[in-house]
Structure formats: C-alpha cells, structure tokens
C-alpha cells in the first residue's frame, strides 16, 4: 500500500499535513510536525511584524468541532524565512502569509523571491479574524488585483488559502480569477467557516471573547462545506492542485476529500485536540479504507466521486 503523493515537483511520504494556524507558529512545534508522520509542513500565516492576536479566550473546543478568533499571532515574517533558511529535509515546507495589508503580503513575497528558500508560499485570501477587515477571497475584484499584484513581484510557483463558497456562481466567479494566473499552482479550500457564533447555554454567554464571540468554525461543522469547495474548484480548476482542509478526523474523511480531488488534506481542530500522533493514526485508518476497497496507490480514487 503506498500513500505517497508526488506534485509540483515534491514528494509526500503520506498526503496528510497540518493546516495553517494549527501547531506551526513557534520552531519548536514545526519541529515537531517535522518529525511527525505528517507529509508536509506549514507555517501559522505570518505578518511584517510580529503579533500577539487577539484578547483570550480566543480558541473553543465545542462537542462539533472549534471556534476561533486567534487574530493573527504570529512571530513576524523573519522568524519563519529564518526557519525555512535553516529547513534540511525532504518533507515539503509551506510558508503561509497573511499581510495586513496587501502592501506587507507583497513586501514578504518580494523577499521570498530573492532569497533560494526551500519552500512554497500559501498567500492566506481568507482571515476571518480581524476586526474591521473583511475575508479578500469574498471579494473577487480585489482577489484578482492582489493576485496580479503577486504574481509581479512573485514570478514563481505559490498558492492560496480560499475561504468557503456556498454558491456555484461564486465558485464558477472565483475560479474565472484563478485560472487567469499560471504561476497559482494551488488552492487550499477551506479556512475556517467565518464568524459563527457558540453560545454557552448555562452561562448565557459566547465561548470566546473577541469579536463578541464570533469566530471561525472548523472541525465537524465544516466537512460537507469543505468537500463540496475541494470537489468544485477540482473540476473548474483543471490544470491546478487542490488541497483539500476541513473536518479530518480519521481517515474517513481523508478519504472523501481525497476522493472529491483533493492532491493532499490538512488537518485542523483535530491536530489541535490530539497533538501530531494525530497523523499515525488517521494514516493508519486511510490505509485501512484503502486496503478494505481493493485501493493501492491515492490516485486510483482521486477525483472519481460517483454522483447519483
Ligand atoms: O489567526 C487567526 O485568527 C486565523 C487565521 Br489568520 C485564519 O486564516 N483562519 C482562522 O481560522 N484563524
């Protein structure tokens, strides 16, 4: 049985990897993640400067999944090219940025480019999380101006962190901006589900504080969502990568993503509860889905969901 996965020229011992924001803000945990089973690694999405995020509480687990509403914390943009300098391993290593504004996403990406890191960069469209500022993927006029932008000062391979669509005329839209840029090899759909709200029922109160309690949803809430964007954007999106980020918790619901088209899967909330054993396990339960169905290898099942 062979779980690994070959893309843009890199190879993934296993097709599971963490999401952004998840056990990746500190050299120590993407050490770790280093380490672990996971087929990858991405770095929290990062700023010119570095942050604090948001007042505390700020990340709930609920009986469905998470909310939250981090804001942002993040070491600033040097700590992370500082650890990819240093970065010697064949495990592919993704740098997630998130500029504040599209002024300081350009002024990392310019850097990135002088410098012969060994890593890719997945531009964040989709922050759910700061006040005042609204998620640039729901926007596709100015998704289109930042990815023209990009691809000027950035005339290299890189992706983007899409936030959830839930209309086939805003997939159809998004994906008409995506296909116009060549050097966008990859989209991670999704981020979390932007701005729900938890509600203790005891204490009459939101779970987390900022925003007044809204927050990105992720972990069960989510899986239907983020199947249905992977399997969207893999069909409109031919010639690109979709990874595939949203409710994996075993490897049931690797499978699925898989299945919708995904080239690889993140996983979020549920790195977050159980720590990077995570990924021997959900690898464990995936191959023995794959074993069950008669599966050897990911790409006899990629893409080839049946509809009734
Ligand atoms: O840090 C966050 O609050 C955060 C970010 Br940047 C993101 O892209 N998605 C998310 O759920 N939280």
């Known amino acids: 049985l062979d779980l690994s996965v070959s893309w843009l020229g890199m190879q993934m011992a296993s097709p599971l990897f963490n ?140 992706g983007v962190k899409l936030p959830p669509y839930f209309d086939p005329v805003h997939f159809a839209a998004m994906a008409a901006v995506l296909n116009g840029f060549p050097l966008l090899r990859f989209v991670t759909c999704i981020n979390s589900v932007g701005n729900g709200l938890v509600i203790d029922l005891d204490s009459e109160a939101a779970v987390i504080k900022p925003k007044g309690g809204l927050g990105g949803l992720g972990g069960d809430y989510v899986l239907p969502t983020a199947l249905a964007n992977v399997r969207e954007f893999a069909v409109l999106l031919a010639d690109k990568h979709v990874i595939g980020c949203g409710g994996v918790k075993s490897g049931a619901e690797a499978f699925m993503h898989i299945l919708a088209g995904a080239t690889a899967v993140q996983v979020g909330t549920c790195l977050h509860e159980e720590g990077v054993s995570a990924f021997d396990r959900i690898e464990e339960e995936l191959a023995a889905i794959m074993q069950a169905k008669g599966y050897q290898r990911l790409e006899e099942f990629r893409g080839r969901l049946k509809t009734l």
Request: glycine content about 6%.
């Open 19 to 158: 999401a952004s924001g998840v056990h990746c803000r500190t050299k120590e945990e993407l050490e770790q993640l280093r380490r672990s089973a996971a087929g990858a690694v991405v770095t929290k999405s990062c700023t010119l400067a570095p942050r604090a995020g948001n007042p505390e509480p700020r990340y709930r687990r609920t009986a469905l999944g998470s909310i939250n509403s981090m804001g942002l914390p993040n070491e600033g943009y040097r700590y992370y090219l500082d650890y990819a300098q240093a970065y010697d391993d064949a495990k592919p290593l993704f740098l997630s940025i998130s500029g504040m504004t599209l002024e300081d996403t350009l002024t990392i990406l310019a850097e990135l480019a002088t410098l012969k890191l060994p890593c890719l960069p997945e531009v964040n469209l989709s922050c759910p999380n700061l006040p005042g500022k609204p998620q640039l993927g729901y926007d596709f006029a100015a998704s289109a101006e930042a990815l023209a932008a990009i691809s000027r000062v950035y005339a290299q391979p890189f």
